[in-house]
């Protein structure tokens, strides 16, 4: 079976799929995205993902491509042309393709949409959460507004590689003040001695995981306490337990933070049980 994919109206062969030299999204990296997981033939939190995306294109400027019920039918088409039931769906919004200038196009130039889907093995994820992973921290690089899920992510880019080279899965970006802001592509969680658990708040340092907020729907309904606050590398390193949230992780606890193990090295019991009740308490759409 080829894979399908969605470019601006069309569904195509996956290797025949292509965009403009012009589209904005290549040149100026002028364009946001989307990834939401699929579990057992559903879109997970997928209503959560449409808003976040819907508050990228405003405070870009950008206009959806195509309307929101129109947007879910291609998600769903996508996946299902794919046969995707578990692994996720990834959308993408540039600017569209217009003559090369930084200034915004002609009002009418349309922006453009792209939608990929793929499977991936939801045993070889749970058995990489029994063991864990490392995380290595780098001085952030980032531009203020990462609030926004803009397809810039070279920085992102970089530090993941960074943090491969290590042996580590994912890299924490810290701030000017040693504060643990968030992951390259994930947002960093602890949990102190007391089981509170604790995560920066998602002002303008930060994503606004959608993981991350059905995390503390999560945490409401078993009664856990959630602090948003910052919290240093050195606490985080001394923490009773610590993960990493994101469409697609889900919980994975973190087991090393760069040369130090988090208590005795295993992931924590806290973060298995988030993610064990991970997909009762998501939304979830039918494919
Ligand atoms: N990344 N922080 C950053 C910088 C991210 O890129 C992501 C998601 C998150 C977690 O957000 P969510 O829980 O909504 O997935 C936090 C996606 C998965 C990616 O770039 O592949």
Redesign the pocket.
């Known amino acids: 079976m080829s894979r399908i994919t969605y470019v601006n109206g069309r569904y195509s062969r996956h290797r025949d799929a292509v965009v403009h030299v012009e589209d904005r999204g290549y040149q100026f990296a002028d364009g946001v995205y989307e990834?939401c997981e699929i579990a057992r033939g559903y879109i997970i939190d997928m209503t959560r993902?449409l808003d976040?995306l819907a508050r990228s294109l405003s405070e870009l400027q950008i206009a959806w491509p195509v309307d929101r019920d129109a947007l879910v039918a291609i998600l769903r088409e996508v996946a299902r042309r794919n046969r995707v039931s578990d692994g996720m769906v990834y959308i993408q919004v540039t600017r569209g393709v217009a003559r090369r200038d930084h200034v915004f196009p002609s009002a009418t130039t349309r922006p453009s949409l792209v939608v990929t889907a793929r499977s991936s093995d939801p045993q070889a994820a749970r058995a990489k959460a029994g063991e864990g992973v490392a995380v290595l921290t780098v001085p952030e690089s980032r531009w203020d507004r990462?609030d926004i899920?803009t397809v810039g992510?070279l920085p992102?880019v970089l530090a993941r590689q960074k943090a491969k080279e290590t042996g580590a899965a994912e890299a924490w970006f810290v701030d000017a003040d040693g504060i643990v802001k968030?992951?390259?592509?994930?947002?960093a969680w602890i949990v102190t001695a007391d089981g509170t658990l604790v995560t920066r708040p998602a002002d303008f340092g930060?994503?606004r995981?959608?993981?991350?907020a059905t995390v503390m729907d999560i945490a409401a309904g078993q009664g856990l306490k959630v602090e948003e606050r910052g919290f240093t590398v050195e606490e985080a390193k001394h923490a009773r337990e610590a993960f990493i949230?994101?469409?697609?992780t889900l919980v994975m606890p973190v087991v090393r933070i760069d040369e130090t193990s988090v208590a005795n090295g295993h992931p924590g019991s806290v973060s298995l049980a988030l993610r064990d009740a991970f997909f009762e308490t998501a939304e979830k759409t039918p494919i």
């Open positions: 990834v993902h976040r990462v899920k992510l992102n968030e992951g390259a592509a994930t947002n930060i994503l995981g959608i993981t991350r949230t994101a469409a697609t």
